[in-house]
Protein backbone atom coordinates (compact mmCIF):
# COMPACT_ATOMS: atom_id res chain seq x y z
CA UNK A 1 0.00 0.00 0.00
CA UNK A 2 1.29 3.79 -0.24
CA UNK A 3 1.86 6.05 2.13
CA UNK A 4 -0.29 9.52 1.15
CA UNK A 5 -0.23 13.48 2.82
CA UNK A 6 -3.22 14.13 4.39
CA UNK A 7 -4.54 17.38 3.88
CA UNK A 8 -8.10 17.39 6.38
CA UNK A 9 -5.74 16.56 9.60
CA UNK A 10 -8.10 18.74 11.55
CA UNK A 11 -11.23 18.01 10.41
CA UNK A 12 -13.09 16.14 13.05
CA UNK A 13 -15.94 13.94 11.95
CA UNK A 14 -19.44 15.30 12.28
CA UNK A 15 -20.79 14.26 16.02
CA UNK A 16 -21.89 15.60 18.87
CA UNK A 17 -19.67 16.69 22.43
CA UNK A 18 -20.33 14.44 25.27
CA UNK A 19 -17.91 16.96 27.41
CA UNK A 20 -18.00 20.31 28.06
CA UNK A 21 -18.22 22.42 24.68
CA UNK A 22 -15.49 24.40 22.89
CA UNK A 23 -15.46 27.43 22.46
CA UNK A 24 -15.19 29.13 19.23
CA UNK A 25 -13.78 33.46 18.63
CA UNK A 26 -14.87 33.70 22.55
CA UNK A 27 -18.44 32.31 22.15
CA UNK A 28 -19.93 29.36 23.66
CA UNK A 29 -20.88 26.62 21.28
CA UNK A 30 -24.40 25.46 21.79
CA UNK A 31 -24.20 21.71 22.67
CA UNK A 32 -26.95 20.75 20.35
CA UNK A 33 -25.72 22.52 17.10
CA UNK A 34 -21.91 21.61 17.46
CA UNK A 35 -21.59 19.98 14.23
CA UNK A 36 -18.73 21.61 12.16
CA UNK A 37 -19.51 22.87 8.79
CA UNK A 38 -17.40 22.33 6.39
CA UNK A 39 -18.77 20.79 3.08
CA UNK A 40 -18.29 17.01 3.68
CA UNK A 41 -17.51 14.86 0.60
CA UNK A 42 -20.29 13.90 -2.04
CA UNK A 43 -18.41 11.04 -4.27
CA UNK A 44 -17.13 11.71 -7.72
CA UNK A 45 -19.63 9.94 -10.19
CA UNK A 46 -22.52 9.94 -7.85
CA UNK A 47 -24.56 12.18 -5.46
CA UNK A 48 -23.72 12.84 -2.11
CA UNK A 49 -27.19 11.12 -0.31
CA UNK A 50 -26.60 12.06 3.33
CA UNK A 51 -28.33 15.22 4.95
CA UNK A 52 -26.24 18.26 4.74
CA UNK A 53 -25.39 19.80 7.93
CA UNK A 54 -27.88 22.14 9.77
CA UNK A 55 -27.61 25.47 8.90
CA UNK A 56 -27.13 26.63 12.50
CA UNK A 57 -23.71 24.70 12.85
CA UNK A 58 -20.53 26.29 14.50
CA UNK A 59 -17.17 25.37 13.05
CA UNK A 60 -15.79 24.42 15.72
CA UNK A 61 -11.74 24.18 16.56
CA UNK A 62 -10.53 21.40 14.72
CA UNK A 63 -8.60 18.50 16.78
CA UNK A 64 -5.38 17.34 16.17
CA UNK A 65 -4.77 14.08 14.54
CA UNK A 66 -2.80 11.46 14.94
CA UNK A 67 -1.11 10.08 11.93
CA UNK A 68 0.57 6.81 12.16
CA UNK A 69 2.49 3.77 10.04
CA UNK A 70 -0.07 0.84 10.22
CA UNK A 71 1.50 -2.84 9.96
CA UNK A 72 1.30 -3.08 6.24
CA UNK A 73 4.33 -1.36 4.66
CA UNK A 74 3.12 1.64 2.98
CA UNK A 75 -0.42 2.32 4.48
CA UNK A 76 -1.86 5.29 6.04
CA UNK A 77 -3.46 5.24 9.41
CA UNK A 78 -5.55 8.41 10.81
CA UNK A 79 -7.23 8.62 14.09
CA UNK A 80 -8.27 11.55 15.62
CA UNK A 81 -7.20 12.54 19.39
CA UNK A 82 -7.80 14.99 22.08
CA UNK A 83 -6.74 18.51 20.93
CA UNK A 84 -4.13 20.39 23.73
CA UNK A 85 -5.11 21.92 26.15
CA UNK A 86 -9.31 21.09 25.56
CA UNK A 87 -11.67 19.09 27.74
CA UNK A 88 -13.54 17.90 24.61
CA UNK A 89 -13.30 14.65 23.69
CA UNK A 90 -13.61 13.36 20.01
CA UNK A 91 -12.30 9.73 18.90
CA UNK A 92 -12.73 8.47 14.99
CA UNK A 93 -12.14 4.99 13.51
CA UNK A 94 -8.58 4.48 11.98
CA UNK A 95 -8.74 4.95 8.51
CA UNK A 96 -6.59 2.64 5.93
CA UNK A 97 -5.94 3.77 2.47
CA UNK A 98 -4.26 1.29 -0.15
CA UNK A 99 -4.63 -0.80 -2.92
CA UNK A 100 -7.63 -3.22 -2.85
CA UNK A 101 -7.88 -5.82 -5.49
CA UNK A 102 -11.19 -8.07 -7.54
CA UNK A 103 -11.61 -10.10 -4.42
CA UNK A 104 -13.21 -7.06 -2.65
CA UNK A 105 -16.03 -6.69 -5.85
CA UNK A 106 -18.93 -8.02 -3.89
CA UNK A 107 -18.20 -5.03 -1.52
CA UNK A 108 -17.04 -2.19 -4.07
CA UNK A 109 -20.24 -2.90 -5.79
CA UNK A 110 -22.10 -2.43 -2.62
CA UNK A 111 -20.79 0.49 -1.86
CA UNK A 112 -21.26 2.07 -5.02
CA UNK A 113 -24.61 1.01 -5.20
CA UNK A 114 -25.51 2.93 -1.91
CA UNK A 115 -22.57 5.81 -2.81
CA UNK A 116 -24.00 6.77 -6.54
CA UNK A 117 -26.78 8.01 -7.44
CA UNK A 118 -26.46 9.70 -10.79
CA UNK A 119 -24.02 7.20 -12.21
CA UNK A 120 -24.97 3.11 -13.02
CA UNK A 121 -21.24 2.87 -11.30
CA UNK A 122 -22.12 -0.69 -9.43
CA UNK A 123 -23.92 -2.57 -12.71
CA UNK A 124 -20.01 -1.48 -14.17
CA UNK A 125 -17.75 -1.82 -11.01
CA UNK A 126 -15.29 -4.58 -12.14
CA UNK A 127 -14.72 -2.16 -15.73
CA UNK A 128 -13.84 0.93 -14.09
CA UNK A 129 -11.83 -0.03 -11.02
CA UNK A 130 -9.98 -2.81 -12.53
CA UNK A 131 -10.76 -2.76 -16.73
CA UNK A 132 -8.12 -1.37 -19.04
CA UNK A 133 -8.05 1.21 -20.96
CA UNK A 134 -5.97 2.41 -23.95
CA UNK A 135 -3.19 2.96 -21.59
CA UNK A 136 -3.60 -0.11 -19.38
CA UNK A 137 -4.71 -1.14 -16.26
CA UNK A 138 -5.77 1.08 -13.41
CA UNK A 139 -5.11 1.68 -9.81
CA UNK A 140 -7.78 0.91 -7.49
CA UNK A 141 -7.30 2.61 -3.79
CA UNK A 142 -9.51 1.44 -0.93
CA UNK A 143 -10.60 3.43 2.19
CA UNK A 144 -11.25 1.15 5.18
CA UNK A 145 -12.50 1.87 8.69
CA UNK A 146 -10.85 -0.80 10.82
CA UNK A 147 -12.13 -3.57 8.17
CA UNK A 148 -15.08 -2.04 6.68
CA UNK A 149 -14.38 -0.92 3.08
CA UNK A 150 -15.79 2.78 3.58
CA UNK A 151 -14.63 4.30 -0.20
CA UNK A 152 -13.13 3.39 -3.29
CA UNK A 153 -10.90 4.89 -6.05
CA UNK A 154 -9.71 4.43 -9.43
CA UNK A 155 -7.28 6.16 -11.54
CA UNK A 156 -5.83 5.77 -14.94
CA UNK A 157 -2.52 7.97 -16.41
CA UNK A 158 -3.81 11.45 -15.96
CA UNK A 159 -7.53 10.35 -14.92
CA UNK A 160 -9.48 9.57 -11.73
CA UNK A 161 -12.16 6.91 -13.07
CA UNK A 162 -14.29 6.74 -9.88
CA UNK A 163 -13.86 8.52 -6.16
CA UNK A 164 -16.69 7.56 -3.82
CA UNK A 165 -17.57 7.19 -0.66
CA UNK A 166 -20.10 5.45 1.56
CA UNK A 167 -22.88 8.43 2.53
CA UNK A 168 -22.48 7.47 6.27
CA UNK A 169 -18.60 7.70 6.25
CA UNK A 170 -18.39 11.27 5.01
CA UNK A 171 -17.34 14.39 6.80
CA UNK A 172 -14.17 12.45 8.28
CA UNK A 173 -11.35 12.93 5.61
CA UNK A 174 -11.84 9.40 3.87
CA UNK A 175 -12.16 11.13 0.82
CA UNK A 176 -9.54 13.91 1.10
CA UNK A 177 -7.48 10.75 1.70
CA UNK A 178 -8.69 8.76 -1.22
CA UNK A 179 -8.04 12.13 -3.83
CA UNK A 180 -4.40 12.66 -2.25
CA UNK A 181 -3.54 8.79 -2.85
CA UNK A 182 -4.72 9.41 -6.33
CA UNK A 183 -2.60 12.50 -6.82
CA UNK A 184 -0.09 10.35 -4.82
CA UNK A 185 -0.13 7.59 -7.49
CA UNK A 186 0.08 10.14 -10.72
CA UNK A 187 3.08 11.70 -9.31
CA UNK A 188 4.83 8.31 -9.58
CA UNK A 189 4.05 7.72 -12.42
CA UNK A 190 5.56 11.34 -13.96
CA UNK A 191 1.28 12.81 -14.25
CA UNK A 192 1.70 16.69 -13.95
CA UNK A 193 -2.02 17.11 -13.99
CA UNK A 194 -5.31 15.29 -13.29
CA UNK A 195 -8.68 15.09 -14.74
CA UNK A 196 -11.68 13.90 -13.19
CA UNK A 197 -13.90 10.73 -15.59
CA UNK A 198 -13.46 11.36 -18.76
CA UNK A 199 -10.85 8.68 -19.11
CA UNK A 200 -10.99 7.82 -23.23
CA UNK A 201 -11.72 4.69 -23.84
CA UNK A 202 -12.88 3.47 -20.44
CA UNK A 203 -14.89 6.14 -18.96
CA UNK A 204 -18.00 5.87 -16.13
CA UNK A 205 -19.21 9.54 -17.85
CA UNK A 206 -17.40 12.32 -19.68
CA UNK A 207 -17.38 14.19 -16.52
CA UNK A 208 -19.22 15.02 -13.35
CA UNK A 209 -23.01 15.05 -13.64
CA UNK A 210 -23.66 19.02 -12.85
CA UNK A 211 -26.71 18.13 -10.39
CA UNK A 212 -23.96 16.44 -8.25
CA UNK A 213 -23.34 19.95 -7.15
CA UNK A 214 -21.74 18.57 -3.80
CA UNK A 215 -19.16 16.72 -5.61
CA UNK A 216 -18.25 19.89 -7.25
CA UNK A 217 -17.90 21.98 -4.85
CA UNK A 218 -16.29 19.96 -2.74
CA UNK A 219 -13.35 19.96 -5.76
CA UNK A 220 -13.15 23.21 -6.64
CA UNK A 221 -12.68 24.00 -2.84
CA UNK A 222 -9.58 21.50 -2.99
CA UNK A 223 -8.26 23.91 -6.39
CA UNK A 224 -9.38 21.71 -8.87
CA UNK A 225 -10.61 23.59 -12.14
CA UNK A 226 -13.24 23.34 -14.71
CA UNK A 227 -12.78 22.99 -18.11
CA UNK A 228 -13.26 23.96 -21.05
CA UNK A 229 -17.54 23.51 -22.40
CA UNK A 230 -19.99 21.12 -20.46
CA UNK A 231 -20.48 17.86 -22.26
CA UNK A 232 -23.71 16.41 -23.27
CA UNK A 233 -24.82 12.78 -22.99
CA UNK A 234 -28.42 12.63 -24.71
CA UNK A 235 -31.29 9.46 -23.76
CA UNK A 236 -33.18 7.79 -26.88
CA UNK A 237 -36.19 6.09 -25.78
CA UNK A 238 -35.34 2.48 -27.53
CA UNK A 239 -38.68 0.65 -27.04
CA UNK A 240 -42.36 1.99 -27.90
CA UNK A 241 -40.72 4.23 -30.08
CA UNK A 242 -42.02 3.93 -34.28
CA UNK A 243 -38.63 5.26 -35.22
CA UNK A 244 -36.64 2.82 -33.79
CA UNK A 245 -37.82 -0.74 -35.18
CA UNK A 246 -36.40 -3.51 -37.07
CA UNK A 247 -38.33 -2.79 -40.40
CA UNK A 248 -36.82 0.72 -40.40
CA UNK A 249 -33.45 -0.22 -40.00
CA UNK A 250 -33.68 -3.32 -42.76
CA UNK A 251 -35.35 -0.66 -44.72
CA UNK A 252 -32.76 2.10 -44.36
CA UNK A 253 -30.07 -0.80 -45.20
CA UNK A 254 -31.80 -1.84 -48.62
CA UNK A 255 -31.60 2.38 -49.25
CA UNK A 256 -28.16 1.89 -48.44
CA UNK A 257 -27.79 -1.21 -50.54
CA UNK A 258 -29.10 0.95 -53.76
CA UNK A 259 -26.48 3.06 -53.24
CA UNK A 260 -23.45 0.71 -53.58
CA UNK A 261 -23.10 0.26 -50.24
CA UNK A 262 -23.16 -2.97 -47.98
CA UNK A 263 -24.49 -2.66 -44.09
CA UNK A 264 -24.04 -5.45 -41.72
CA UNK A 265 -22.79 -6.45 -38.33
CA UNK A 266 -19.32 -6.85 -38.10
CA UNK A 267 -17.69 -10.16 -37.24
CA UNK A 268 -16.03 -10.58 -33.82
CA UNK A 269 -12.72 -11.58 -35.72
CA UNK A 270 -12.70 -8.17 -37.98
CA UNK A 271 -9.40 -6.68 -37.05
CA UNK A 272 -9.62 -4.92 -40.18
CA UNK A 273 -12.11 -2.53 -39.02
CA UNK A 274 -9.78 -1.53 -35.91
CA UNK A 275 -6.80 -0.57 -38.22
CA UNK A 276 -8.95 0.77 -40.40
CA UNK A 277 -10.83 3.11 -38.03
CA UNK A 278 -7.11 4.06 -36.32
CA UNK A 279 -5.68 4.93 -39.21
CA UNK A 280 -8.99 7.42 -40.36
CA UNK A 281 -9.74 8.34 -36.87
CA UNK A 282 -7.32 7.52 -34.15
CA UNK A 283 -7.76 7.92 -30.58
CA UNK A 284 -9.38 5.53 -28.38
CA UNK A 285 -12.16 4.37 -30.90
CA UNK A 286 -10.19 0.88 -31.93
CA UNK A 287 -9.92 0.15 -28.26
CA UNK A 288 -13.66 0.61 -27.48
CA UNK A 289 -14.29 -1.17 -31.06
CA UNK A 290 -12.28 -3.99 -29.69
CA UNK A 291 -14.52 -4.20 -26.49
CA UNK A 292 -17.56 -4.05 -28.73
CA UNK A 293 -16.41 -7.01 -31.17
CA UNK A 294 -16.15 -8.78 -27.86
CA UNK A 295 -19.69 -9.13 -27.21
CA UNK A 296 -22.28 -12.12 -28.70
CA UNK A 297 -23.17 -11.01 -30.95
CA UNK A 298 -20.67 -8.19 -32.07
CA UNK A 299 -22.23 -4.79 -30.74
CA UNK A 300 -20.38 -3.51 -33.88
CA UNK A 301 -22.21 -2.39 -37.29
CA UNK A 302 -20.10 -1.28 -40.45
CA UNK A 303 -20.59 -0.20 -43.84
CA UNK A 304 -18.18 -1.07 -47.17
CA UNK A 305 -18.55 -0.05 -50.47
CA UNK A 306 -16.15 -2.64 -52.77
CA UNK A 307 -14.68 -4.29 -49.82
CA UNK A 308 -13.39 -1.01 -48.10
CA UNK A 309 -14.76 0.55 -44.92
CA UNK A 310 -16.53 3.43 -45.15
CA UNK A 311 -18.60 3.99 -41.99
CA UNK A 312 -19.27 2.32 -38.18
CA UNK A 313 -21.01 2.52 -35.36
CA UNK A 314 -20.97 0.61 -31.91
CA UNK A 315 -22.88 0.46 -28.73
CA UNK A 316 -21.64 -1.42 -25.67
CA UNK A 317 -17.77 -1.06 -25.91
CA UNK A 318 -17.74 1.60 -22.95
CA UNK A 319 -20.02 0.48 -20.11
CA UNK A 320 -20.69 -2.73 -21.31
CA UNK A 321 -24.05 -3.79 -20.44
CA UNK A 322 -25.78 -0.13 -19.97
CA UNK A 323 -26.71 0.01 -23.47
CA UNK A 324 -24.44 2.92 -24.25
CA UNK A 325 -24.22 4.21 -27.69
CA UNK A 326 -20.58 5.06 -29.11
CA UNK A 327 -18.46 5.18 -31.56
CA UNK A 328 -19.59 6.38 -34.47
CA UNK A 329 -17.89 7.26 -37.64
CA UNK A 330 -17.96 7.77 -41.26
CA UNK A 331 -15.32 8.50 -43.96
CA UNK A 332 -15.38 11.51 -45.54
CA UNK A 333 -16.12 10.90 -48.87
CA UNK A 334 -19.23 8.77 -48.05
CA UNK A 335 -20.82 11.03 -45.89
CA UNK A 336 -24.60 12.58 -47.01
CA UNK A 337 -25.43 9.03 -47.71
CA UNK A 338 -27.42 7.88 -44.93
CA UNK A 339 -24.95 5.59 -43.44
CA UNK A 340 -24.74 7.22 -40.53
CA UNK A 341 -28.18 6.58 -39.83
CA UNK A 342 -28.67 3.12 -41.25
CA UNK A 343 -25.89 1.96 -38.63
CA UNK A 344 -27.25 4.17 -35.69
CA UNK A 345 -30.76 2.26 -35.82
CA UNK A 346 -29.27 -1.01 -36.21
CA UNK A 347 -26.89 -0.27 -32.88
CA UNK A 348 -30.51 1.03 -31.51
CA UNK A 349 -32.27 -2.13 -32.27
CA UNK A 350 -29.68 -4.30 -30.47
CA UNK A 351 -30.34 -2.10 -27.24
CA UNK A 352 -34.09 -2.67 -27.24
CA UNK A 353 -33.37 -6.23 -26.55
CA UNK A 354 -32.13 -5.45 -22.95
CA UNK A 355 -32.81 -1.64 -22.26
CA UNK A 356 -35.66 0.84 -22.41
CA UNK A 357 -33.31 3.60 -22.82
CA UNK A 358 -30.09 4.16 -25.26
CA UNK A 359 -27.74 6.86 -23.93
CA UNK A 360 -25.44 8.64 -26.37
CA UNK A 361 -22.51 9.90 -24.56
CA UNK A 362 -20.27 12.72 -25.57
CA UNK A 363 -22.43 13.82 -28.74
CA UNK A 364 -21.72 15.51 -31.96
CA UNK A 365 -24.19 17.10 -33.77
CA UNK A 366 -27.59 16.61 -31.61
CA UNK A 367 -30.07 17.69 -34.25
CA UNK A 368 -29.18 13.91 -36.22
CA UNK A 369 -29.94 12.18 -32.78
CA UNK A 370 -33.31 13.90 -32.43
CA UNK A 371 -34.29 13.73 -36.29
CA UNK A 372 -33.15 10.28 -36.43
CA UNK A 373 -34.83 8.30 -33.47
CA UNK A 374 -35.48 11.74 -31.02
CA UNK A 375 -33.94 12.50 -27.60
CA UNK A 376 -36.40 11.99 -24.78
CA UNK A 377 -33.77 13.66 -22.50
CA UNK A 378 -30.16 15.01 -21.44
CA UNK A 379 -27.15 14.61 -19.18
CA UNK A 380 -24.78 17.38 -19.02
CA UNK A 381 -21.28 16.98 -17.49
CA UNK A 382 -18.55 19.30 -16.13
CA UNK A 383 -14.88 18.51 -16.36
CA UNK A 384 -12.40 19.60 -13.65
CA UNK A 385 -8.82 19.81 -13.60
CA UNK A 386 -5.65 19.96 -11.29
CA UNK A 387 -2.43 20.43 -11.80
CA UNK A 388 0.08 18.69 -9.62
CA UNK A 389 2.87 20.36 -8.26
Known amino acids: MMQVPHPDIGRPPRRRFTRSPLLHGGGRV???????????????????????????????????????????????????????????????????????????????????????AFDRAAQVADEKLFGAGPSGLPDALGAWEHDALVGVAAIAGTRIRVLAILPEARRRGIGSALLDACCATARRAGVTSLRTLDQPGNYLAPGIDERNTLAIGWLERRGWQRQGEVRVNVLIEVRGNPRVSTARAEALAVVA????????????????????????FGGAWPFELSRSLASDPPGVHVALRDGAYCAFAAHDGNNRGLGWFGPTGTWPAHRGQGLGEALLLACLVDVAAHHPRCEVAWIGPRPFYDRVAGIAADRRFVVLARELT
Do not use: M, N, W
Open 257 to 280: AGRGYEVRRARPDEHALLDAVGAE
Open 30 to 116: DRRSSRRLHGGFPSIGDASRSARPDARAHRLVPKTLAVTQADTPGQITVARRRSPGRSAVCYGAPVRVGPIDRSRLPEITALLEASC
